[in-house]
């Protein structure tokens, strides 16, 4: 069942791309309405490189906002270039760089529709489409909504698949991290086990706010998820007991799963009762490994799994330190700069370069979105591959349904790409917008012209963003790093006197802290520096953290009062959890 769900979620993706982009260009040439109709394409081309695969609430949110700031720039754009005042469109992009940087590093929802405002200025202030000034915002809007229409309608037959997946997961993790118990790669798979135990925090997050009585299966998801977040907590200490476990331990989580998560919704008690008592007889019996606390905790838990209640426990993820007002305005200031700069270059270079360069702009300066260096290089190569793909069709045909054709297949290459590779969505999304440039009557030869553009766009990215603020990323490492090694110390401190909700709180965002910390320094290490210049070893003071975590997390599920628990398994030499007070050295040298 799980690889058939796979299989359709990977081709649903896809189709809604192909769909979504291809049925407004069909609609705009059966009944002459070409113009509105490609407008209509482009506000489906930005829908689908935000669709996502998380809650349909999440979506509907995050494609909405999108969609009403594109909406808002393309008019604010279409109402400067109809000046016909060089000028007024300039500010016009500097004013709305300015704007979407200073939202843009408030989070992903913020972030999306400050980038789309840009973009929809870029495109209203260098494209010109005849008619009333309202008719542009309402096609692109048109073709947003279909976007959610399409991504939203599964809700209606699958309310809760995503969040009971997002839980599945954690199961199946919890399964694999006992599995490599013992391993070299034992503390890859507790990391994996903690990202999925994020996701499905993210996934839940509405659930677990909500006030009064859930339905049957919103209130079995909820007992699922708290068993879940209990269940990292006695994976943790086992894996930090550093023993090789029988198949007989590690399957527990799956059977766990089947019964609280049955793929049969009617499963009755008889089947649930049959799955537990074989698992628990194997784990109480007398091997060599029956006695540790993580064992006697994980058949305590598996024994009391069934008897959760979905309002037993009720925690949110803390989001991490975000970026500080002077990090903003710095943002939005070097955002606008670069726009300025690029929309300069256009007006110099007298080609058709009106909005390509700042619309290269808009999209590559998103440090929040992953290392500039790297984006940039993505961004360079996709366009392309892009230019490459989309010429060959047109020298095999020009006909207009084989191009709208190209459309939905490049389109849903698109939509792959977004969940897989940058590169990827840029060769999609390239050869998308030459095929919507032809439709609007654009039929020049651009291909050579659009490469040097995205290059000299990516160009004036980076030289602004190195020269100017060359440390963003490391700042943003540093501090994600302090924070989360506090996250670390408070729940060292305050959880062997706190009750279970407050304890599970506290690890849950030791936890996830440390992950976002780990991320942001891998993003600090794949950014550029000056010759010479060493980063911090941020990830060796995260790892100390996280196993310091995990033997707290031991101490935790220890009959034994007293210190943390330093036994480890024979073979294996006993080491005293870390102290966090070497770990900060790093982070301040």
Same mark, same amino acid.
């Given at each position: 069942?799980?690889?058939?769900?796979?299989?359709?979620?990977? !081709?649903?993706?896809?189709?809604?791309?192909?769909?979504?982009?291809?049925?407004?260009?069909? *609609?705009?040439?059966?009944?002459?309405?070409? !113009?509105?109709?490609?407008?209509?394409? !482009?506000?489906?081309?930005?829908g689908?490189?935000?669709?996502?695969? @998380?809650?349909?609430?999440?979506?509907?949110?995050?494609?909405?906002?999108?969609?009403?700031?594109?909406?808002?720039?393309?008019?604010?754009?279409?109402?400067?270039?109809?000046?016909?005042?060089?000028?007024?469109v300039?500010?016009?992009?500097?004013?709305?760089?300015?704007?979407?940087g200073?939202?843009?590093?408030?989070?992903?929802?913020?972030?999306?529709?400050?980038?789309?405002?840009?973009?929809?200025?870029?495109?209203?202030?260098?494209?010109?489409?005849?008619?009333?000034?309202?008719?542009?915002?309402?096609?692109?809007?048109?073709?947003?909504?279909?976007?959610?229409?399409?991504?939203?309608?599964?809700?209606?037959?699958?309310? =809760?698949?995503?969040?009971?997946?997002?839980?599945?997961?954690?199961? $199946?993790a919890?399964?694999?991290?006992?599995?490599a118990?013992?391993?070299?790669?034992?503390e890859?798979?507790r990391?994996?086990l903690?990202?999925a135990?994020?996701q499905?925090?993210?996934?839940?997050?509405?659930?677990?706010?909500?006030?009064?009585p859930?339905?049957?299966?919103?209130?079995?998801?909820?007992?699922?998820?708290?068993v879940?977040?209990?269940?990292?907590?006695?994976?943790?200490?086992?894996?930090?007991? &550093?023993?090789?476990?029988?198949?007989?331990?590690?399957?527990?989580?799956?059977?766990?799963?089947r $019964?609280?998560?049955?793929? @049969?919704?009617?499963?009755?008690?008889e089947?649930?009762?049959?799955?537990?008592?074989?698992?628990r @007889?194997?784990? @109480?019996?007398?091997?060599?490994?029956?006695?540790?606390?993580?064992?006697?905790?994980l058949?305590?838990?598996?024994?009391?799994?069934?008897?959760?209640?979905?309002d037993?426990?009720?925690?949110?993820?803390?989001?991490?330190?975000?970026?500080?007002?002077?990090?903003?305005?710095?943002?939005?200031?070097?955002?606008?700069?670069?726009?300025?700069?690029?929309?300069?270059?256009?007006?110099?270079?007298?080609g058709p370069?009106?909005?390509?360069?700042?619309?290269?702009?808009?999209?590559?300066?998103?440090?929040?979105?992953?290392?500039?260096?790297r984006?940039?290089?993505?961004?360079?190569?996709? #366009?392309?591959?892009?230019?490459?793909?989309?010429?060959?069709?047109?020298?095999? #045909?020009?006909?207009?349904?084989?191009?709208?054709g190209?459309?939905?297949?490049?389109?849903?290459?698109?939509?792959?790409?977004?969940?897989? =590779?940058?590169?990827?969505a840029?060769?999609?999304? #390239?050869?998308?917008?030459?095929?919507?440039?032809?439709?609007?009557?654009?039929?020049?030869?651009?291909?050579?012209?659009?490469?040097?553009?995205?290059?000299?766009?990516?160009?004036?990215?980076?030289?602004?963003?190195? *020269?100017?603020?060359?440390?963003?990323?490391?700042?943003?490492?540093?501090?994600?790093?302090?924070?989360?090694?506090?996250?670390a110390?408070?729940?060292r401190?305050?959880?062997?006197?706190?009750?279970?909700?407050?304890?599970?709180?506290?690890?849950?965002?030791?936890?996830?802290?440390? *992950?976002?910390?780990?991320?942001?320094?891998?993003?600090?290490?794949?950014?550029?520096?000056?010759? &010479?210049?060493?980063?911090?070893?941020?990830?060796?003071a !995260?790892?100390?953290?996280?196993?310091?975590?995990?033997?707290?997390?031991?101490?935790?599920l220890? *009959?034994?009062p007293?210190?943390?628990?330093?036994?480890?398994?024979?073979?294996?030499?006993?080491?005293?959890?870390?102290a966090?007070?070497?770990?900060?050295?790093?982070?301040?040298?």
């Open positions: 069942m799980k690889t058939q769900r796979n299989a359709t979620a990977a !081709i649903a993706v896809p189709a809604r791309a192909a769909v979504a982009l291809a049925a407004p260009l069909l *609609a705009g040439v059966w009944t002459g309405h070409v !113009i509105p109709a490609v407008i209509a394409g !482009i506000g489906a081309l930005w689908v490189s935000q669709d996502g695969s @998380d809650p349909y609430r999440l979506r509907v949110r995050r494609l909405g906002s999108m969609g009403l700031a594109a909406a808002l720039g393309l008019l604010a754009g279409e109402l400067a270039l109809r000046t016909a005042d060089a000028a007024a300039t500010v016009c992009l500097v004013v709305a760089a300015l704007a979407a200073a939202v843009s590093l408030r989070g992903r929802v913020a972030s999306v529709a400050g980038m789309h405002l840009l973009l929809g200025v870029t495109i209203g202030s260098g494209i010109p489409v005849p008619g009333p000034w309202w008719k542009a915002p309402l096609a692109l809007l048109a073709g947003v909504g279909l976007v959610i229409v399409l991504s939203a309608t599964p809700w209606l037959w699958r309310r =809760h698949e995503i969040e009971r997946d997002a839980v599945l997961a954690v199961y $199946r919890s399964s694999a991290a006992l599995a118990a013992g391993s070299p790669g034992a890859d798979a990391r994996r903690t990202a135990l994020d499905a925090h993210q996934v839940m997050g509405r659930h677990l706010t909500r006030r009064g859930a339905r049957t299966e919103a209130a079995s998801l909820l007992a699922a998820f708290h879940a977040v209990r269940l990292g907590e006695v994976t943790s200490a086992l894996v930090w007991e &550093g023993r090789v476990l029988p198949a007989s331990v590690t399957d527990v989580p799956l059977g766990m799963a $019964r609280l998560l049955p793929e @049969d919704r009617s499963a009755g008690p089947r649930a009762e049959r799955s537990r008592c074989p698992r @007889d194997a784990v @109480d019996g007398s091997g060599p490994d029956a006695g540790t606390p993580g064992l006697r905790a058949v305590a838990l598996d024994a009391e799994s069934d008897r959760v209640r979905a037993e426990v009720t925690l949110r993820l803390s989001g991490g330190p975000g970026q500080g007002r002077a990090d903003r305005v710095r943002y939005a200031v070097l955002l606008a700069v670069c726009v300025l700069v690029a929309q300069l270059c256009a007006e110099v270079l007298h370069r009106g909005y390509w360069l700042p619309m290269t702009v808009a999209f590559v300066y998103k440090p929040d979105f992953g290392p500039v260096f984006r940039s290089l993505h961004r360079c190569a996709g #366009t392309v591959a892009g230019v490459a793909a989309i010429g060959s069709v047109v020298l095999l #045909t020009t006909d207009t349904y084989a191009l709208i190209a459309v939905a297949a490049f389109g849903a290459l698109m939509a792959v790409g977004v969940r897989r =590779h940058y590169a990827l840029t060769t999609g999304l #390239t050869a998308v917008v030459f095929v919507l440039l032809d439709l609007l009557g654009d039929h020049r030869a651009l291909y050579g012209a659009r490469i040097l553009d995205t290059a000299l766009a990516a160009a004036i990215v980076l030289v602004a963003h190195f *020269a100017l603020w060359p440390r963003s990323a490391a700042g943003r490492a540093a501090a994600q790093t302090e924070a989360a090694l506090a996250a110390r408070r729940y401190d305050l959880a062997p006197e706190a009750g279970p909700a407050q304890r599970h709180a506290l690890r849950r965002s030791a936890y996830h802290r440390l *992950a976002e910390a780990r991320r942001a320094a891998a993003h600090a290490h794949d950014e550029p520096g000056r010759p &010479g210049r060493r980063l911090p070893d941020w990830q060796r !995260i790892g100390a953290a996280e196993r310091l975590c995990d033997a707290v997390s031991a101490r935790n220890s *009959a034994r007293g210190p943390v628990p330093v036994e480890r398994s024979a073979g294996r030499p006993a080491e005293r959890p870390p966090l007070c070497g770990v900060l050295a790093p982070v301040r040298d």
